[in-house]
């Protein structure tokens, strides 16, 4: 199966910047959508962006559209979320997940299959 490791979280002041990692292994595919949640202590885990491995195509949260960039290299199955203009409400577990494209964007949790085992960042006011 697929295995997901995050990395590049850290404590930033805000309206800094940091830069997510998420490399795949195992057994990936072109057709996947790899997206990006986060989980705020005490709150529901929530969409943050998404982007297909086919052809770069990206989806943004309004929280973050402006702010966050994703991009990819998929010779190295690693997805980068690049989070500028950062806000203490960003604050949270970021979690990496792989799923299935099946023509529409999706931002629920369910509809992805595999998931990294989070990296933390925190901004500070």
């Known amino acids: 199966q697929v295995q997901l490791v995050e990395s590049g979280g850290g404590l930033v002041q805000a309206g800094g910047s940091l830069r997510l990692s998420c490399a795949a292994s195992?057994?990936?595919?072109?057709?996947?959508?790899m997206g990006w949640f986060r989980q705020a202590s005490g709150k529901e885990r929530e969409f943050v962006a998404a982007?297909?491995?086919?052809?770069?195509?990206?989806y943004y949260a309004d929280s973050v559209k402006g702010r966050f960039t994703l991009s990819r290299d998929n010779a190295k199955n690693t997805v980068f979320l690049q989070m500028n203009s950062l806000k203490p409400e960003d604050t949270a577990v970021y979690y990496c997940?792989?799923?299935?494209?099946?023509?529409?964007?999706?931002?629920?949790?369910?509809?992805?299959?595999?998931w990294g085992q989070g990296t933390q960042v925190t901004v500070s006011s």
């Open positions: 982007i297909t491995w086919n052809g770069g195509y990206t």
């Open positions: 195992g057994r990936t595919f072109s057709t996947y959508v």
């Open positions: 997940a792989a799923g299935p494209w099946d023509g529409a964007w999706n931002t629920r949790s369910s509809g992805y299959d595999y």
